[in-house]
């Protein structure tokens, strides 16, 4: 009797066949390409949200010199409509260009020799820039544009932008998918009459 069991323990105790090990290696295969694929789209998505929220902060920041410079914002003087660029371009072509006057420090700067005593004109034109050009949207987020809106509240006058009205800022940049879509951030701002 003991050869029977020891042939019948033999048969039980085969090996797995290649075609077994095939489709183990098959299915293993599948799953890592979805984990890969679920890497990919983690990735795109934390580098958007790091592109929104810099979007977030430079609009913020833009709000906050427009608040300062409230001149820009006088209903019947020559600053008028300053930070308009749909209406009145302030950033240069030239991103490499600076404005000829250089209004504000930046933590670069070892001191202040090279600041201007700016007036409204300067400083709204120097903002733009600053926050277009210079370490700004269009440098720190891919295919990054900056555009800020007036909606008149008073399109009975001949100004483009009337006191206490609304400012639309607005930052547009590319996705970081296959399609090349974008995301923007909109802010209104009301600066306020000088």
Sequence with gaps: MKPNSIKHTRQNCQGMTLIEVLVAAVVIAIGLMGVAALQV?????????????????????LSDRMHANLMAFEDEGEFNGLYDNTYMPAIPVDCAVPPAAICAMDPTMPDASGINDCNPAQMATFDLWKFSCDDGVQSSLPGGQLTVTCLDNDVSDADTCSDL???LITITWQLQSDNNATDEVIMTVVPGAP
Excluded: E, F, V
């Design 41 to 61: 789209t983690a990735l795109q998505g934390a580098s958007n949200a790091d592109y929104r929220s810099k979007a977030i902060d430079y609009a913020a920041a």
């Design 165 to 167: 009205s609304p400012m």
